[in-house]
């Protein structure tokens, strides 16, 4: 009695847990509006995603100083601000790599259970263990699949009774049979020119190319990988005039959206775009605005196929575009931060989310889950056709825009003829050196 | 004056009081307790303010150091710099430098690590500190150079370099420890330049000492505070316990003393029954009476079971005594009357002898009587025998006419005696001669001892004492008695009085028999306080309750050659 006596005193006097008084309520995450526009739908049906902005704080970015990037500054500097962010998955390996993220598999904040394999694994980034193992860890929540395909004209493929190319000679085949018969067909294939090197990159993987590996290192100075990529750069570069656009021809699809519109217009037989293009696609046609004979007027004229790759090669690549939930690692100082911004990345990252995004956007989910809810859609045939096959590998580009820019310079050197897809890759190789010795 | 109970040490009142002191030395165990409560609550309270203070200064270096990496993020001609002869930004990164330095008290150091190094592992670095402390030499400006770093700062300075990761651990050991620069907290950024299309170019690291002198002093402060409290707390606490102690047991102590009070007079009034030291019933009950309940329901249930187990036992000793008195007389009767038997037979007999002579007297004057004629000496014959019919008792002999006589004397007395403690006369109290009556008992009970008892008298001559004539003769009855009992043949009885002092007698009463215990004495004495079995006759135990209504003292004592002697003392004078 005596004890029990004393316990109670002990506990009473000396035993209560120390209030946290800095917490905060609210947790600030980077702005987005396509999440607000489906935010804001959802409040109007359902309870859980009433008073979204009292509980969670958007951070508005102004436009021109994205281009500075202004999270690495934050988050190199151990900035507690935003809590969490929406990144790009490249940007996801960057951050996660220099430790300036939250592990959400470990922490018990996310499975990836519930996520499409491939784009889990694109934001899943090897994480060293105390045992000094590498393990995958899943570092950001991606809200949709998005990645390049290769779009093409499934009526015209149908009408000359031909399946859509695995690899860039099947490609060639099908437009040296289609195109001399059909008049309206300007081009075999068409790419973007502005940022090609983001189309250039799943062409490389599928040649065995790559520039850097996993851990971030240069690899495309290596003999085996550089030809592989000079292989790739030669195959885009000898189909120019002929089955691509001509030097001349390619200043026409610098500007946005003209991918589109001559896939539209019915002047290519195969495009590489992003695959929510399908969406722009569908309302092109919905509008019907015809601007020549050849202009598409279903979608059943359009069919979709996973990116070529070289003939010998089981793996077809797609660089993935997809966004993805990240938490700052700084942020989470109490265990309320965490839980709060655990519930945010449920709510945002919730199938309702991804579902109304699918009918709203096109955006393929990446919820499996949400998938099985949009079944029979155009949306799911993509995902089915594309992304569900066990052979297509959704990678992220480099996430050094210094990287890229040099990459680019020289692709477009060689895309323009100013160089040999040879010379242009091993110059390209010996100056991504420089950068990462200095780097 | 009631006596006190032996009990004291386990009364109810000395638990309560034991119970209530008990009660605070359990609250003074509590109340202590605080102490070595309170010094490891202080001293988790240090704990967590230097916890707190830690993190708020390791905050405030974090933020300080992330402002000056900011502002240095623009500078974008550092990506231009090059180790050997001075640029043009050198002397804008000194005097930044210099500045931020100079007149930020807070600041104690920057440096700018670039991430390049040389085949000897030198980075370019741009460096200033103020050096504060005596045993530094101060710096004379910022300078620039070719800087190698060892240790643990060079693998941190690696893992920014390459990995862009501050290592927590690698932070840790910098910061542990006696630092070249001085005493500071350091923090280590990688450094940014944004560029537009480029985005944030990396350059290097931005390595911020913060003063820490502030957090030693509030630390300082925090422990002197700590102390005062421990020891105004301690001081509190003890003079709160004396005042308390001393309320707290002057309140138990009356408050046990009053609330007990009934139930300890009612023990006390029971102790005097229980211990024999109440000869009067009626005033034992009165005393009960007396007792105040003081609203106690537990004690006015007691104190109303007393007073009747005092009437009670006020019937039932009536009924005692007047039956251990009848059995008493009974038994003495029972013993005497074949004594007395015998000297009725003996009279008898004598009876018998005269009437068988009268009778032949009277035959012979008849065969006188019946013849014709007589001679002379027939006649003389006549005339004798006629003589001797008229007073026949002269032919016995005077000794058969004494021991008649002396016969039915003896008879006569054991009747009177018998009939004076059979038919005792009514109790007055006066003043008595003991001795008679004493005797008168004694002879009763003499023809009743075993054969060959052998009985000594010392009587001296004792003034008349104030008492019950029958009573006290109804004593030295159940005194002999129970003698009588014990007496076995060729025994010795002696029974003595004498004036001991001028208001006192003293009657002794010593006789043979088998050795007593102490506890059978005792027994006898009062047979309620012991655990034997109560004796079979009560005659000694009524005695002596006699002999205290006479205000005397009654002892029994073992005689070394076995029996007892029994010694009543008895005052001469009335008691006021």
Known sequence: MFRLFLLIVFCVIGCETPTDIGSRKTIIYTFDGLTQDLIRQLARTDPLYQNFDRR????????????????????????????????????????????????????????????????AQAFSVPVPQSNGQLVEELMAVPTSIKGNILFYRQDLLKRYHLAPPRNWTELKAVCRKILPQEPGLKYGLIFHVTNFNNDFYPILWGFGGDILNRRGQLVLHEPEILNAGIAALREICAMSGSLTPSVEDLKNFEAPQSLRRAFYQGKTLFMINWNTRMQDLKEMIRHGDKV????????????VAPIPCQSGHSNRYSNVGSFGWGINQFAITNPEIRETAARFIQLVAAEPVQVLAAKNKGQIPALAGALEKVKGTDVWQVYQQIFASEEVRLRPRPQSRLVNNILEEHLFEALYGQSSPEAALTAASVELKELLRTE | MLGSPPFSRNSLRHRLMALGGTAFLIYLVVILLFFPLLHFTLKDLMERTIRTIEE??????????????????????????????????????????????????VI??????????????????????????????????????????????????????????????????????????????????????????????????????????????????????????????????????????????????FWTKKLTQPLNHLSRVAYTLETGQTTNLELWHDNVEQVDPQ??????????????????????????VGAEGQACQGRVAGKIIPTLKMQSRTCQELQGEVQESYQSLLNLLKVYESLPSLTAAQREEMRV?????????????????????????????????LGHFLEPPEAVWDYINLIPNLNRALNLIAPTLAPEVKISKGFEILPAIWGCQRDLDQAWLYLLDYARQELAAGGELVIQTRQPASNQVEITLSFSGPPKSEAEIQTLLAPFQTSAAPPVHWGVTLAAAIFRQHHGDFSIKPRDAGGLSFTARLPIGALP
């Open chain 1, 56 to 119: 969670f704080k958007g951070l508005f970015v102004p436009g021109r100083l994205l281009e500075y990037e202004p999270f690495v500054l934050a988050l190199s500097t151990a900035s507690k601000i935003p809590t969490v962010l929406l990144l790009d998955a490249p940007w996801v390996h960057r951050y996660a790599k220099s430790g300036w993220l939250y592990e959400l598999e470990r922490t018990g904040i996310y499975s990836k259970e519930a996520l499409v394999p491939a784009v």
């Open chain 1, 292 to 303: 020549g004979p050849g202009t598409l007027t279903d979608l059943s004229q359009i069919g």
């Open chain 2, 56 to 105: 708020q200064k390791a905050n405030e270096a974090t933020t300080i150091a992330r402002l000056l990496v900011l502002e240095f993020s623009h500078l974008s001609e550092l990506l231009n710099v090059e180790p050997g002869g001075e640029q043009q930004i050198d002397q804008r990164v000194m005097r930044l430098l210099w500045e931020k330095v100079t007149f930020n008290e």
């Open chain 2, 108 to 253: 104690e150091g920057i440096e700018l690590i670039h991430a390049v190094s040389d085949a000897e592992g030198r980075h370019l670095t741009y460096w200033y500190y103020r050096r504060e402390e005596p045993e530094l030499e101060p710096m004379p400006g910022p300078l620039r150079g070719l800087k190698k770093f060892t240790g643990s700062e060079r693998q941190l300075l690696e893992s920014i370099n390459t990995q862009r990761i501050v290592r927590e651990d690698l932070l840790g050991a910098v910061n542990r420890g006696p630092k070249q620069e001085g005493e500071m907290l350091l923090r280590y950024f990688p450094l940014y330049i944004p560029l537009p299309e480029l985005g944030a170019i990396y350059w290097g690291v931005a390595k911020i000492g913060i003063d820490v002198d502030s957090m030693r002093r509030m630390l300082l402060f925090q422990s002197q505070e700590q102390s005062k409290i421990r020891n105004t707390v301690g001081l509190e606490i003890m003079l709160s316990l004396l005042i308390s102690g001393l309320l707290a047991f002057g309140v138990v102590y």
């Open chain 2, 295 to 320: 609203g106690q329901v537990e004690v006015n249930y007691l104190r109303r079971v007393l007073m009747r187990l005092a009437q009670t036992i006020a019937k039932v000793s009536q009924q005692l």
């Open chain 2, 385 to 417: 025998v006629r003589k001797q019919l008229e007073s026949p008792y002269k032919r016995f002999s005077p000794a058969k006419w004494t021991a008649l006589a002396t016969n039915l004397q003896t008879l006569d007395t054991y009747l009177q005696d």
